[in-house]
């Protein structure tokens, strides 16, 4: 059966959109894995598909590469609000998206064809203590914490933005990230693996990071990774409360603002072409 889909990315992190709010897809987990493939199919970092929802303007699920579901995906979230505007399932400049860890909202900017160009994201409270994340640390909360991973001592700090997140404030440039990302990612001190991001400081409130997301490998983005970044900045005098942080990733910038109750996450959606496929 031939199947539209959206060929989607925020800021680099790359996504393969189906929209399914009148008609579902058996198997997401199984497609996914078999159309992320970059050279033998469309290729992406995933797949995502816009549902309906009974508690909000729609809803959101998400299949990394290795076809496990995610909880959450900040660059995503953003481009599912986008595809659901432009195709006429909200109106105006703010919608509501279910996720598996909460409904989150999202204001708009339109662009001079009346799409959405970007999107502002309220992402909810950071989750701190480490029971939580989950991890097998305890503690309201980890951070710089000693742990020997891949033969070397590392200080992290543990945050879940609705995915666990693991930061080291290290130079990433130099790292193997092919070698040392999977030995983070399936540590067990994470029972449910970690997104570890490694982070350079520029200066205050502007950050440099490279992110192995578990599931996927290294991407060229992460939202709930970047808001996990500036969440740990704060938590180690990098950063500032209450102001814009810039995050500089492989695709691009977003702007972070850690509040007491929330994370907000800014940054754009963009469609890069449609097609179809049988599926």
Known sequence: ?????????????????????????????????????????????GVILLRPSKVADCKMSMFNADGSEGKMCGNGIRCVGKLAHDLGYVNGTHCT?????????????????????SATVDMGAAVLDGQNIPSTLRGD????????????EWGIT?????????????????????????QFENNAL?????????????????????VWERGSGETWACGTGACAVAVAAVLNGYADMNTPVIVHLRGGDLT????????????????VFTGEINI
């Open 190 to 210: 994470f029972p449910e693996r970690i997104n570890t991001e490694f982070v350079r400081v520029i200066r205050k409130n502007e950050l440099k990071m490279r």
């Open 256 to 271: 972070i603002t850690y509040t007491k109750d929330t994370v907000y996450m800014e940054g754009g959606a963009t469609l």
């Open 141 to 152: 909360k980890i951070v710089n914490h000693p742990v020997n991973i891949a033969g070397r």
């Open 97 to 117: 998206i279910e996720t598996l860890s909460g409904i989150k909202t999202l204001d708009f900017i339109l662009g001079a064809d009346g799409k959405v160009a």
């Open 158 to 182: 543990l945050v879940s933005m609705g995915n666990p997140h693991c930061v080291v404030f290290i130079d990433p440039e130099d790292l193997d990230l092919e070698k040392i990302g999977p």
């Open 1 to 45: 059966m031939l199947r539209k889909f959206y060929k989607m990315h925020g800021i680099g992190n790359d996504y393969i959109y189906f929209d399914c709010m009148k008609d579902d897809i058996a198997n997401p987990g199984e497609l996914s894995v078999r159309l992320s493939d970059r050279h033998f199919s469309i290729g992406g970092d």
